[in-house]
Structures are given as structure tokens and as C-alpha cells.
């Protein structure tokens, strides 16, 4: 990246060059306060191989070339700073991720029918408009997981959704090898909306909150994530937060203003009661 050679004049009216592409996160990275560390960083492991490829020509900088790398956070480090530096457009990787988990999973089955449900489930009910958050990307793969195991289990009993009877679903959900029990339940309910499954019977269960106390290692698993997982929305983590570690109710929160923060002193204090308490 240091050794970047000089544009010679490419035409603009078609798509930049490599060099041009490059020029700008070229130029962030040697005007950093700390441009040597950044260098040597940049000089080791697969950044520097990625980094080189791409400044050589030997790969495309474009979103396709990274996908084709091993995922990893090297690698979507790389391509935030392409695109924070608009070496390559913008692109919602959550959305990505969304697309390929759906397609894997739905492609993991064997039958072309099953496929063909899978796909519309994941379309027209686990999807939903808008930003995709981690947790979204969580509970749609507990749910196609749960559809995908139910319809290989069927399949192997020469089974459909079709020609399943409420015998046959019980027994495969009383099973030593049942996953996912509730999320199954809404893959039936929504199967029977559809009119794919007939005379087939899984009542919601409901919710009754925790059946115990979070303890001190999952509160302070979830603190950490809150902290620092940026694919959640920051209202959301600062709400976790507040309820975790200050036992905020729900409601409180969500009447908290700018007006309730206050910075003296160069301390940041909130006032969740009379008295200000000070975040560390």
C-alpha cells in the first residue's frame, strides 16, 4: 500500500482504476497521527496478501472478490475500511449474511418441494423489512434450522407436510432427538395458514418470562456483548445496559432524555433518581 503507484490517466467516463479505487484509503491510512503502526500492522497475515492483491490487480476491489476470501473479522475489517474510504459501494453486510444463512440452510435440504417451502417460510415469514440486527439473524436460524430438521425427519419416514397426521407429528415432537421444539411449532402454524399442512394441531406456547434468575456470569456475558456487539441498535444496547446493570424497568428508559445526562467536570454523570450517579 505504501509503494501505491501513480494514476496514469484513466478514463473517467468508465470505472476507475485499481489505483483510484485505492488512492483514498491509501491516503487515510499515511495520514493517520500513527501512520508507521498502522503500516506495520497492515505489513502481516492476510491483510497485507489481501491488501497487495488488491493494490496489484491480481483480485478486484469489489464486494464479490472479498466473498470469495474465508470469512472472518480480518477480512470484514478490510472491506469496512474499502467502504468507509469508497474504494467499494456501501452494502448492508447484515442483509448478506441474512441471504446467504437462508440460502444454506434452505439448500440443505434434500427434496425440491421442501426446498420450495423452506424458501417461501423464510421469505414471507421470518424475513422483515428493515435494519438486520444480530439477534434478527439469531432467531431466523433457530427457526429454519427447526424447519429444515422437521422436514428431514418427515422425509425420512417418506413423509410430507401433506400426508402428515397429528400421530406422526407427535411422535416426532416426543422424540429423543426433537431440536427446537417451539420454533417447529411455528413453522406447523404457519404451514396450516398456507393450507400446506392439514389437519395438524401445535398450540403457541406461551411465555411466562425466566423460569430463573439470570446469574452473575450470563449478566455480565451480556454486558460485554452490549458494550462493544455494534451490529445491535445503540438505543438497544444502551437500554440493556441500563436495565442490566442499573436495574432500570423498561418503562423508565424509555422516558429517559438528553435533559437526564450531564457533564461537569469532565465526569458523565445520568440521573436515574434524585441524586446523579456517575458512569464509569
Known amino acids: 500500500m505504501v509503494g501505491l503507484p501513480r494514476c496514469g490517466g484513466c478514463d473517467r467516463r468508465q470505472a476507475r482504476c485499481t489505483v483510484c479505487e485505492l488512492q483514498a484509503l491509501h491516503d487515510a491510512l499515511t495520514g493517520t497521527e500513527r501512520a508507521g503502526t498502522a503500516m506495520r500492522r ?61 440460502k ?17 417460510y423464510a421469505t414471507w415469514r421470518l424475513l422483515r423489512q428493515g435494519d438486520i440486527t444480530h439477534t434478527q439473524l439469531t432467531v431466523v436460524r433457530r427457526h429454519l434450522r427447526a424447519a429444515v430438521h422437521l422436514l428431514d425427519r418427515l422425509e425420512g419416514q417418506d413423509l410430507t407436510l401433506a400426508s402428515c397426521r397429528q400421530v406422526d407429528l407427535e411422535r416426532r415432537m416426543t422424540s429423543d432427538d426433537v431440536r427446537h421444539r417451539r420454533e417447529a411449532g411455528n413453522f406447523v402454524r404457519w404451514a396450516l395458514s398456507q393450507k400446506i399442512a392439514r389437519d395438524l394441531s401445535f398450540p403457541a406456547m406461551r ?3 425466566p423460569s430463573r434468575p439470570m446469574g452473575d456470569e450470563a449478566r455480565w456475558a451480556t454486558a460485554r456483548r452490549l458494550l462493544h456487539d455494534d451490529t445491535i441498535r445503540t438505543e438497544d444496547r444502551l437500554a440493556g445496559l441500563l436495565l442490566l446493570l442499573y436495574a ?17 467536570d469532565g465526569a458523565v454523570r445520568i440521573r436515574l433518581g434524585e441524586v446523579p450517579v456517575q458512569l464509569p
Open 42 to 102: 497492515l505489513s502481516k497475515g492476510i491483510v497485507s496478501t489481501v491488501l497487495s492483491d488488491l493494490a496489484s490487480g491480481r483480485r478486484p476491489v469489489s464486494h464479490e472478490a472479498l466473498d470469495a476470501l474465508p470469512e472472518g473479522k480480518v477480512v470484514e475489517h478490510i472491506r469496512s475500511v474499502l467502504m468507509a474510504t469508497e474504494a467499494i459501494p456501501q452494502r448492508d453486510e447484515q442483509m448478506v449474511r441474512l441471504e446467504r444463512l437462508v
Open 104 to 120: 444454506e440452510l434452505v439448500t440443505s435440504h434434500a427434496t425440491v418441494e421442501g426446498r420450495k417451502i423452506l424458501r417461501r
Open 207 to 209: 411465555w411466562n418470562g
Open 248 to 264: 432500570q424497568w423498561p418503562a423508565a428508559i424509555s422516558r429517559l432524555t438528553v435533559d437526564h445526562i450531564e457533564r461537569t
